[in-house]
């Protein structure tokens, strides 16, 4: 088995943050363009719902197997050409002709941003040392940043010159890859290239199952609730009067107060363990959900803050502790909680447009900021990790 390094590789861990920076950058673009995306193309609150709903279903879909072929073969097909995929697919959905090319922009976005998350994931132990949490937490910071400079930047752009000018942001994107195409170094290999899948999976999984299994529900659990509100609070204070750029102004404040938060609680996992984290973080989030929707005027943005903050701050401890439940299978543990975790819980995000479609959003937010109690039980079955 591959043993860790002593000391942080600070140099490749920043370029993997990179590589995730810089994929997430484009692949924010789609939510917080929802309002105008619904107004050009007459689309209801389901069919808004399905747009989100569609890339999460094959993040469900495409992660795992890539996780898989990451762990199997060493190339850096994975780890550069997803990003690629997604700069290129996401630039041009502002000149779509039609809904359904719209949605076929959207899945390419999607597949990219899959096929690049497991496999980059998998190679931060291999270069964290003994912070490994921090640096899972780092890594995850260039993702949560993204969503949250991404709406900033996108929103911006429309706003002044009309969503015929999001091709023009490809350029960007194509200096960033040149620059990690010089940088990024080969994925290291888990020796499972003789096992098959069925045997990879029971070598990885089998003595640690049920321990995945309830760390991953709690994951989709904390990522339906994310996902929920992320794709229809944009929507909700667009149709209450806020301007497309406050709007892009709220989601950024939402993801940069979970990266902020991320790094913190990788900082206090690495000395306290994962689940006290998990604890707290997970009691304090439906009352700041609630804060979100119901604080009057600008005091939304303070709602925001503190709701992206503890809804997203647990996302790099799952990925974190998955690996350390299977370290011998690193980029197929990440795709757990990364992709199948993450698109179980966005796959029902069509459910949420619909009951919004119904009842209309705040009081089903409502409902769904109350999830993270019901994980409370779910993180104590999870056994506690054993100090190194």
Request: charged residues 10%; positive net charge.
């Amino acid at each position: 088995m591959f043993k860790f390094k002593n000391n942080t590789d600070l140099k490749i861990i920043m370029a993997l943050t990179l590589v995730h920076f810089t994929g997430d950058f484009y692949h924010s673009f789609i939510g917080p363009l929802l309002p105008v995306l619904i107004q050009k193309y007459s689309l209801t609150l389901t069919q808004a719902g399905f747009i989100a709903g569609i890339s999460r279903f094959l993040a469900f879909v495409v992660q795992p197997p890539i996780g898989y072929l990451a762990d199997r073969y060493k190339t850096r097909v994975f780890v550069l050409g997803g990003p690629l995929i997604v700069i290129i697919s996401t630039s041009l959905v502002g000149i779509a002709p039609s809904y359904a090319v719209l949605l076929l922009l959207v899945a390419a976005s999607s597949i990219g941003s899959s096929i690049f998350h497991p496999t980059t994931a998998g190679m931060i132990s291999s270069y964290s040392g003994r912070n490994f949490a921090f640096s899972m937490s780092v890594f995850n910071m260039g993702g949560t940043l993204a969503f949250g400079l991404g709406p900033l930047f996108i929103t911006w752009l429309v706003a002044g010159y009309g969503l015929e000018a999001t091709p023009y942001t490809v350029f960007f994107g194509l200096a960033s890859m040149y620059f990690l195409f010089k940088t990024v170094p080969m994925p290291v290999g888990e020796g499972l290239s003789d096992l098959g899948l069925i045997g990879s999976i029971k070598e990885i999984f089998g003595p640690v199952w049920k321990s995945i299994i309830l760390l991953w529900l709690v994951m989709v659990l904390r990522a339906f609730v994310s996902q929920s509100f992320v794709t229809f609070f944009p929507v909700l204070y667009s149709w209450e009067g806020h301007s497309l750029i406050s709007v892009g102004l709220l989601v950024a404040i939402f993801t940069v107060a979970g990266s902020v938060s991320g790094l913190l609680a990788g900082h206090m996992a690495d000395r306290m363990g994962f689940k006290p984290v998990f604890y707290i973080t997970h009691l304090l989030t439906p009352p700041c959900m609630l804060l979100l929707i119901y604080l009057p005027g600008n005091w939304v943005y303070l709602g925001a803050m503190l709701a992206g903050f503890f809804v997203l701050a647990t996302l790099p401890l799952g990925v974190t502790m998955a690996q350390k439940l299977a370290p011998g299978g690193k980029s197929m543990a990440s795709s757990l909680m990364m992709g199948l975790a993450w698109g179980t819980g966005g796959v029902l995000t069509p459910v949420t447009g619909k009951l919004c479609d119904i009842f209309t959003i705040k009081p089903v937010l409502c409902i769904i900021a109350f999830i993270p109690f019901i994980t409370l039980w779910l993180i104590h079955r999870i056994p506690k990790e054993e100090k190194e």
